[in-house]
C-alpha cells in the first residue's frame, strides 16, 4: 500500500508536468512557426516593403506622365515633346541630327 502511495505521488505530478510541457510546447512551436508564427510575419514584412518600393516607383511613373499629359493638354501643346514624340511613333528623323546607331538597340 505504501508503495502505491509513493507511485501515485511521483507518476501524477511527473504526467501533469509532462503533459503541461508538451501542451505549452505545441504552443510555442505555431508561434514561432505557424502561419501567423514570428516566421511568417518576417515574410509578410519583406513582401510588404518590395509592395512599397514598386509603389513608389509607379507613383513616380505616373507623375511623370502626368507631366507629360498636362504640358499636351494646354492650349498651346509644347513642340519639343510634341516632335520627339512624332519621331519615335513615326520612326523619322531631321535632316541636321546627328545619328548614332547601337548595336543591339531594338527601338
Do not use: C, W
Not at 504526467?15 to 510555442?28: H, R
Amino acid at each position: 500500500m505504501v508503495i502505491r502511495r509513493r507511485f501515485r505521488s511521483i507518476l501524477l505530478p511527473l504526467a501533469l508536468y509532462l503533459v503541461s510541457g508538451v501542451i505549452v510546447g505545441y504552443f510555442v512551436l505555431h508561434a514561432h512557426s505557424g502561419q501567423r508564427g514570428l516566421e511568417a510575419k518576417r515574410e509578410i514584412k519583406g513582401q510588404i516593403m518590395a509592395l512599397t518600393a514598386e509603389l513608389n516607383a509607379l507613383k513616380a511613373q505616373r507623375a511623370v506622365m502626368e507631366d507629360r499629359i498636362s504640358r499636351m493638354r494646354d492650349g498651346s501643346i509644347d513642340r519639343d515633346l510634341l516632335e520627339d514624340l512624332a519621331r519615335r511613333n513615326l520612326g523619322m528623323v531631321h535632316p541636321n541630327d546627328l545619328v548614332i546607331i547601337q548595336p543591339g538597340d531594338g527601338d
